[in-house]
Structures are given as C-alpha cells and as structure tokens.
C-alpha cells in the first residue's frame, strides 16, 4: 500500500509569487485535504476536497485554491504569496469524507517566502 | 481564538513512568477526538480517538481519557519509551457537520522521554 507523497519537499518563492505543491493521496483513498502548518502551531485546515470537488473550507483567503484530479491526486495552489505564508503544508487523505476517518499524512512541503 | 489548547509545550519524563498529555476544548459542538503523534520530518500519524459518547479508550500502551463536562481530554502512555520522544497533537472534530470543517489541532506538546 503506497503511501501519501508530496512534492516538492522543499522550495523557496519570493513574495508576490504563485506556488503549486503536488500530493498523491494513499491507495483506495478517495477524499484529500490540506492543512498549513506555521512554525510552532498545529496544522490548521484549508480546504477538503471529495470526488474532484470541494468539500469544506478553513479561514484561508482566495488566493489559496486547490484541485483533486479523478486518480484522487490533488494540487495546492497559492497566489499572490505573502511572508506569512511561510510554512509547512501537509496533505492528508482518508477512506471517508466524514471526520472520524483516520487521516494519513505526507511528509509535507516546507515553503519558504522571501 | 485557540478552540483546541494545549497547555504544555513540553515535557519530560523518565522511561518506564506513566506520561501524561493534556488537552482543552472550547467548542460544544466537537463530537470526536484524536491525538496524532510527530516525529522531526515526518507528517503526523494517528495514534488514538474517541468519540464523545465514551469517557475512556485504550489501544496497548495508550489511553485517552475524555471529560466532557470539563471539555478536557488527556493522552496516557505507560510505561513510556524512548521512542515515545515526538511532538503530540490534539485534534477535534465534528463528525456530524460532514466533516467540512476538517480537524482542528492543538499547538502540540513537545514529549521528551528520558532514560
């Protein structure tokens, strides 16, 4: 059972630029969500996406969008970036939609904003 | 607003003794619990849950505790080892919202275990 992969592991972008980060959700997975995780706080929950839709949102601005493609892999995308968006950015998948599903974690995408 | 708080950035604790992880809610509607454990440049793996309608759950070496009335819930590890040593997170959800609203995590308590 292959697990949850992201890429890049690591990247440096200068403000005001846009960021795609990649993640292929583990085997017979069908929801995917992302959550930001700032240095010394606890990831925090941007979106979910279900069935190439988005499924539920967290207090993150526009500029932060998303896609899942029908192999369940799924794409962040950040526009417009901010020093504050520096962070680790982790992409989970579950069996479920609903919550009680365990979620499996990648290792996450460390950005850097300069 | 910290909705899910935990208290102790860290700890420490000898191998073999009883750790103790401590966590506080602040959301009525939170109806299921989880702790997910860190190492450095590894994301989060679960370890534990329990839903609101139980006080206690156990898993080996591992027992959550959860006191709805005090809107607190704590993680137990006994007897603790040295690969215990991670970064422990507290998670909230709420299941019957169709879990849109994803999980809510604490800032983490830092367990160092110590021989």
């Known amino acids: 059972e292959t697990g949850v992969t992201q890429s890049p592991t690591h990247l440096i972008k200068t403000r005001g630029q846009q960021v795609t980060l990649r993640c292929s959700s583990q085997?017979?997975?069908?929801?995917v969500s992302w959550y930001q995780q700032a240095l010394g706080q606890g990831p925090q929950f941007i979106f979910q996406?279900?069935?190439?839709?988005?499924?539920g949102r967290g207090n993150f601005p526009p500029r932060f969008s998303g896609l899942q493609f029908p192999n369940y892999s799924s794409e962040l995308n950040v526009n417009a970036l901010e020093l504050d968006d520096s962070a680790l950015y982790l992409c989970?998948?579950?069996?479920?939609?609903?919550?009680?599903?365990?979620?499996?974690f990648g290792e996450g995408s460390r950005l850097t904003v300069l | 607003d910290q909705q899910v708080k935990q208290n102790s950035p860290s700890l420490s604790v000898q191998e073999g003794r009883i750790s103790i992880l401590n966590c506080d809610y602040t959301?009525?509607?939170?109806?299921?619990f989880l702790w997910y454990k860190k190492y450095p440049a590894e994301g989060p793996t679960f370890l534990i849950s329990?839903?609101?309608?139980?006080d206690k759950n156990e898993d080996g070496r591992f027992t959550v505790f959860l006191n709805k009335s005090a809107k607190h819930l704590s993680l137990h590890i006994v007897p603790s080892q040295p690969g215990d040593s991670a970064v422990y997170f507290c998670?909230?959800?709420?299941?019957?919202?169709?879990?849109?609203?994803?999980?809510?995590f604490g800032k983490g308590t830092h367990l160092i275990i110590q021989p």
């Open positions: 085997s017979g997975h069908n929801t």
């Open positions: 998670a909230a959800a709420c299941p019957s919202g169709g879990g849109a609203d994803g999980l809510t």
């Open positions: 329990i839903s609101s309608i139980k």
């Open positions: 996406y279900y069935r190439e839709e988005e499924n």
């Open positions: 959301n009525s509607m939170f109806d299921y």
């Open positions: 989970a998948s579950s069996r479920t939609l609903l919550s009680t599903g365990e979620l499996f």
